[in-house]
């Protein structure tokens, strides 16, 4: 086994994990990168994004509320809505800070709910998502903004100056690929904003996953410092 991030061959199995009946897990730590990893599988997503009783179910119900202010024109609560999670804050916060022509691309829109604040506020918007589910419910509720990851538009969008992704690079499986190809897609000083779950927080004896982040969805965990070592 090579890690899957960085390509090692120094790796460590560090234990097995099961969150859901059926898809059992196997964790290994790269001695090279430091990313704690498990497999990937690409046909999970479309099944959580189209369940609404998955762990994905909380999208559905965040992009209820903000379709219901998108549609009221209230840019001030879908903000407070938004901004209750910090992983949306934060994004809201550094692009609210440059002007308001920037191009925007958004990895991972899922259905939309952080695109709206930007479709609502004026700002060019381009959300993608490789779930088809996703992509219907979104452009469903804020208008033809949404591609597919292999979309021409991606593309012709390009540079942009800001391109973001929250609670996405532990999914993904290649993010270093991810990243390179989203750098290739922004300006010279534009913003690469995401998050990226910690392995650091796997503090207690014996545990080898986040709870709140099992697989098969989150498949990397990062150590501090990862980012700024490789980019």
């Not at 993608?128 to 012709?156: I, M, Q, R, T, Y």
């Amino acid at each position: 086994m090579n890690c899957r991030v960085c390509g090692s061959a120094r790796v460590d199995e560090v234990g097995a994990v099961e969150y859901y009946e059926g898809f059992a897990w196997t964790i290994y730590d790269c001695l090279e990168c430091r990313c704690r990893f498990t497999r990937h599988d690409d046909a999970i997503y479309p099944r959580l994004h189209s369940q609404a009783a998955s762990r994905y179910g909380s999208y559905r119900s965040l992009a209820g509320d903000c379709e219901q202010l998108f549609r009221q024109s209230d840019l001030a609560g879908l903000k407070a809505r938004l901004s209750a999670g910090t992983k949306y804050a934060f994004v809201i916060d550094a692009v609210e800070q440059l002007s308001k022509d920037v191009r925007l691309l958004e990895i991972g829109c899922s259905r939309g709910h952080l695109t709206s604040y930007f479709i609502l506020a004026g700002y060019k918007i381009v959300g993608v998502d490789a779930s088809d589910d996703a992509l219907a419910g979104a452009k469903a509720a804020f208008g033809d903004h949404f591609v597919k990851p292999d979309s021409a538009a991606v593309a012709a969008g390009a540079p942009y100056d800001v391109i973001y992704h929250t609670g996405t690079i532990g999914c993904v499986a290649d993010p270093m690929g991810m990243t390179r190809n989203l750098l290739g897609l922004l300006k010279p000083g534009g913003l690469l904003l995401f998050n990226a779950p910690n392995a650091d927080r796997c503090c207690l004896k014996g545990q080898p996953w986040l709870d709140e982040a099992p697989p098969p969805d989150v498949v990397t965990l990062y150590r501090p410092g990862f980012w700024p070592r490789y980019y």
